[in-house]
């Protein structure tokens, strides 16, 4: 109320919690998408944190999506919109959850590449599963000064839901293949984009989306988040998929309709979770990573190392027989834009 109240010129208002890191571009990237808050009403607020944006599934920094899913941690939203909707009913704790609340019927844009994100700490860390501890940790942050997000009229209610069902060069929901899990568990995906459904009561509650969550790597504790209208787009390797929950109003929306799979088919080791152009490759006893990286004319992305550094994941790859304790002291991987031409 203080903050309204203060700055009665001001159109919006930023919100950051505490303990955050930030992208260099973050307050340029919500300059850029302002503007919307105040000509698309059923926008809530803008928000900089992708929850499923770990480091194999965030590639581009231009790309925003419309999502049922307030993600939090850094937000913008108009001051109209707070002083005369959401203050009147603000409640005394969990907060969080009146931005959740179905009866708001509103959406919220996140980035691909997150803006922000909660500096996790190694005492943090260690007291996480091991699956929630790299989810957190490998979230990259855009390294952009400057990124353009085009023309961001493309996100307003009835023109991203075009593109998100066709308009997207060849990215939309409606060219999608319908595949297996079987043809994901090998890692790549010749034909993109690809579609699953599966078997879901209720995104908010139901357990079943735990297997799925750790296939991919995401957090396994339901709801599901960052999803459009019960539609979680990813990135998977060189192709894009949707993953399509059962209870979703777009369940109805393709063509055949679709037979979803039993989440318990994803209860599977899954494939090592590599970036678009990312090879996991081995180099000789007592050689780092970055050396032998950059040997090659390649660079190691230090996210990227959280998901495929592991006995389970190179297990897999290189056919290893019995895993040994290393010495010496380890050279960190480099810490490099995402966008670099050199990133493979």
């Not at 581009?60 to 939090?72: E, K, P």
Request: glycine residues 6%.
């Amino acid at each position: 109320n203080a903050v309204v109240e203060a700055f009665p010129r001001a159109r919006s208002l930023l919100v950051l919690e505490e303990g955050l890191r930030f992208a260099p571009d973050l307050l340029w990237y919500f300059a850029q998408l302002e503007p919307l808050l105040h000509l698309d009403p059923s926008l809530l607020s803008i928000t900089g944190l992708n929850d499923y944006g770990l480091a194999p599934y965030a590639a581009d920094a231009t790309v925003v999506m419309r999502s049922d899913w307030f993600g939090g941690v850094a937000w913008l939203v108009a001051r109209d919109t707070l002083r005369d909707e959401l203050l009147p009913q603000w409640p005394a704790s969990g907060w969080e959850q009146l931005f959740r609340s179905d009866h708001l019927r509103r959406q919220f844009l996140i980035p691909e590449l997150s803006r922000a994100k909660r500096a996790v700490s190694a005492a943090v860390a260690s007291r996480l599963p091991s699956v929630e501890s790299t989810a957190m940790q490998s979230i990259p942050l855009c390294s952009e000064r400057v990124v353009h997000l085009g023309n961001v009229s493309r996100l307003r209610s009835d023109e991203y839901h075009r593109l998100f069902l066709k308009d997207w060069p060849g990215e939309g929901l409606l060219n999608a293949v319908v595949t297996s899990v079987n043809k994901l568990k090998v890692g790549g995906h010749e034909e993109s984009p690809w579609l699953i459904a599966f078997q879901n009561e209720d995104p908010e509650t139901d357990q079943s989306w735990r297997p799925i969550g750790r296939f991919f790597g995401f957090t396994q504790e339901p709801p599901i988040r960052c999803t459009y209208f019960g539609v979680l787009r990813v990135r998977w390797r060189q192709s894009i998929g949707f993953l399509v929950s059962s209870a979703s109003p777009a369940f109805g929306w393709t063509s055949p309709l679709l037979d979803p799979v039993d989440p318990s088919s994803f209860i599977v080791d899954p494939p090592p979770h590599l970036p678009p152009n990312g090879k996991l490759l081995a180099s000789g006893v007592g050689v780092s990573c970055a050396t032998f990286c950059q040997k090659r004319g390649g660079l190691c992305v230090s996210e990227d190392l959280l998901f495929v550094n592991t006995c389970e994941a190179l297990a897999k790859k290189l056919e290893c027989t019995a895993c040994e304790s290393s010495e010496g002291a380890e050279i960190p991987a480099r810490v490099v834009a995402r966008q670099s031409p050199l990133f493979g």
